[in-house]
């Protein structure tokens, strides 16, 4: 079988590489399936350019993984109907966060064949396999489809527990050239950096998150670290960007990764996602020396009772006791926080600002988002059981219009005042940002004219 999957265009100069796609085109590719990767993020491809290359090009398969979001949604309705309007139509598969708690509406939305839930890599193959022999699609685990007029959700898949099990992406089918142009905090321009994953699911359960997945697969250090050497060998990697959920799921398993790295002597930058209860000092001096440059910290609020209606297991004391002890063993840290969640006021609003202008290292723009409850997560469902949101068609179509808007106000204030309020501790942020950078290239300037600096390269943005 001829299987195209695609890696849609997010609009951005550079896009991430879809790691996610990878490790389904190498599992397919080890089962003898031919696969091609449709290139529409870095060629800026608009959706006719696919109808006439599906047209032209004979396919059995066609698949596109998409997650929770407003853009994600409105592009991946643009790209099915490309693919339904091709005269050759393959057989379509949709997958990914966006499609998997919400099978039905999307397989409706989108006319696909096949929705895929949850993790991929098992229940694509018995899926194609059945395909192929024309077998009853009831028979596959893990996946939702139309029959008769009707969505047939058949039962959820067993989660793959071995990880290192699953082949490394398939990375030369793509093009790492391009995608390893990303900038990534504390970067310098001659660094090459591509994600990879430690492990799958997360320990924690806050409210917002649309993970369905339960618990923490890691995987082994000696995978990850074989992995690593292959992008430094074949690609010129030099800085990993961790993208799964959290590498720091617990103080044993974050030394034991940074212990090997160090042992192996890897000589590699890195970052990660990462949980503040485990931001101890000994840790973050053993990350600090094991290559890792910034940490990612979903802070969500600085507000005990907010944070414990979001079950962030997390308290204030805890947020800045691990925020300092981050840059004191020099590390930038992530400041993920955000607004409008059950019980937000301007009260808890200005204590964030507060926050985020105390230990701002300049490392990267933050500002403040606010929460949106994704189709999967809790706090979705508990908009739906409120009467604040309808359905998936409701949140889709009438809510979810941008990430930065509110999509369903949790709090006990107006939209309009919710996004004044946002708009006013932004309008801090971003100010205080550009203002330190204005003050850094007035002091390269003055370094370069009063003392004539020779090392000095231009005022450059990247």
């Not at 057989?91 to 993790?119: C, M, N, W």
Request: net charge positive; with cysteine.
């Amino acid at each position: 079988m001829k299987i195209l999957l695609i890696a849609y265009d997010s609009g951005m100069y550079i896009h991430t590489f879809p790691i996610g796609l990878a490790y389904i085109a190498s599992v397919l590719r080890k089962e003898g399936f031919e696969v091609e990767i449709y290139s529409q993020d870095i060629h800026h491809y608009p959706e006719s350019h696919l109808v006439d290359y599906l047209d032209k090009n004979r396919f059995d398969v066609v698949g596109v993984g998409v997650i929770g979001g407003y853009y994600q949604y409105r592009k991946l309705l643009r790209i099915s109907e490309a693919i339904n309007r091709s005269k050759h139509r393959p057989f379509y598969v949709i997958a990914g966060h966006g499609p998997s708690p919400e099978p039905d509406f999307f397989l409706r939305k989108t006319q696909a064949d096949v929705a895929i839930i949850g993790e991929g890599e098992v229940t694509i193959i018995e899926l194609l396999k059945a395909v192929a022999a024309k077998k009853p699609l009831a028979s596959v685990k893990g996946i939702a489809y139309r029959q008769q007029g009707k969505t047939i959700i058949n039962e959820r898949r067993e989660l793959i527990q071995d990880i290192d099990s699953i082949p490394m992406p398939a990375y030369d089918i793509f093009p790492i050239k391009y995608y390893r142009l990303l900038r990534e905090p504390n970067c310098t321009n001659t660094d090459f950096v591509l994600p990879m994953i430690s492990g799958r699911g997360c320990t924690f359960k806050c409210t917002f998150c649309y993970r369905m997945d339960k618990g923490f697969r890691p995987r082994s250090a000696e995978g990850i670290i074989e992995e690593i050497k292959l992008l430094k060998a074949d690609y010129g990697i030099n800085y990993v960007a961790f993208f799964d959920e959290l590498l720091m799921s617990s103080v044993a398993r974050t030394e034991e990764i940074c212990k090997a790295f160090i042992r192996k002597k890897l000589n590699v930058k890195w970052h990660c996602n990462g949980r503040l209860n485990y931001a101890k000092p000994d840790v973050l001096k053993l990350m600090k020396q094991a290559g890792c440059v910034f940490i990612n910290y979903g802070i969500e609020s600085m507000d005990n009772g907010v944070l414990a209606k979001m079950n962030k297991a997390l308290k204030v004391e805890q947020i800045v006791k691990g925020i300092e002890a981050t840059l004191k063993a020099g590390v930038s840290p992530g400041f993920n926080i955000l607004f409008g969640n059950i019980g937000d006021t301007k009260a808890t609003l200005d204590k964030a600002v507060k926050f985020l202008l105390e230990y701002d290292d300049g490392a990267q723009l933050r500002t403040i988002r606010p929460v949106t409850p994704y189709p999967g997560s809790p706090l979705y469902y508990h908009a739906i059981e409120t009467g604040l949101l309808k359905d998936c068609e409701d949140f889709y179509e009438n809510k979810h219009k941008n990430s930065d808007l509110i999509s369903v106000n949790f709090t006990q204030v107006s939209d309009k005042e919710l996004h004044t309020m946002l708009f006013e501790a932004n309008k801090v942020l971003i100010s205080n940002y550009f203002g330190n950078k204005t003050k850094q290239a007035l002091e390269e300037a003055r370094k370069l004219y009063l003392e004539s600096n020779s090392d000095f390269r231009g005022f450059r943005q990247t």
